[in-house]
């Protein structure tokens, strides 16, 4: 099993699930992000980490935020499971956001979200023995958790900038059940290249259980038509990403239809990591938009387009 091979500071910092696409759907990370494309959007990711390894981590994710125009509010909903060898996480969400408006272009949004996590303990009788430790078996069972989000988000037609602090829980049915105090930023620079290609260098930083990640890339962009950057109206693009911890990965995606993207990304690892699969990790991304709920604006507002 994996969690036998892992260092403890690793497993501690995998028990939070991670995503290479979160840049597609940062209000995953941050409620301050809630709405943050204008529209009503439903999204899921899928991602099978370290290819080949038992008991290797498993994460499903999907989301469904809309945004309303006349109290400039957004709602949002997360569901997410995240299996890690014998522990397996059901978390559900709620989020809301408010967005100011900076000025004709540019808009200021703080958001919150609350939500509850269950942590389930799938052991074997015969773990025990297998690892050498007689108190395992004490330890199959659930545990369960309230836990809230708090962030902030500034866009632009020319800069995003974000910040999230999560799981800020309260009460615990056990340490085991808490997750570990995550802190979230980004910043991305769209920039315009040619009348139908562009370039979006990004860079974020993660600080989880002592653990510093800092990722830098970029992510071209192609256009159906000339001025139509960095919004849904993109009609592919393709990226890459570098950890400091030691890996890259490969991003592209496409629209296959006028509301509807897909994605997919590939990771592989250096050093340490590399020695947990040489298959990489894999991940999809579907997200579907459509017309704000209780609006009847054009579907995918973007700024600056």
Known sequence: MLLGLLPAGRVAAQSDYDLSQR??????????????????????HARTQWVGTDGAPLTQVATFDTYVPHIRSAFGLLIM????????????????????????????????????????????????????DPLLARARGADHTPEFDFG????????????????????????????????????????????AFG??????????????????GAILHFAQRAG??????????????????????????????????VGYSFDYGFGDLATLSDKGTHEIFFTWRFHPIFSKDTCCPALGN
């Not at 992000?33 to 204008?38: E, K, W």
């Not at 370039?199 to 830098?216: F, K, W």
């Open 23 to 44: 840049w597609l759907n940062e209000a995953i990370y941050n409620p301050g992000a809630t709405g943050n494309h204008l529209a009503t959007a439903l999204s899921l």
């Open 81 to 132: 499971h995240d299996q890690i060898g014998y522990l397996n996480s059901y978390n559900i969400k709620l989020s809301y956001a408010y967005h100011v408006p900076v000025s004709e272009r540019s808009i200021l949004s703080f958001g919150l979200s609350a939500g509850w996590l269950n942590r389930h303990r799938d052991i074997r009788d015969d773990m025990a023995d297998e690892w050498f």
């Open 152 to 195: 902030m988000e500034f866009r632009s037609p020319a800069l995003k900038l974000g910040a999230s602090v999560r799981h800020l829980g309260f009460y615990t049915s056990s340490a085991f059940a808490a997750p570990p105090l995550t802190v979230w930023s980004y910043a991305a620079l769209p920039l315009r290249v040619t009348g």
């Open 199 to 216: 370039i979006e260098p990004r860079v974020s930083y993660n600080y989880r259980t002592a653990i510093h990640y800092i990722e830098a």
């Open 228 to 261: 139509n950057f960095y919004s849904f109206r993109d009609l592919f693009w393709l990226g890459g990403m570098y950890r400091i911890h030691g890996q890259v990965a490969v991003h592209l995606g496409i629209h296959i239809s006028k509301n509807i993207q």
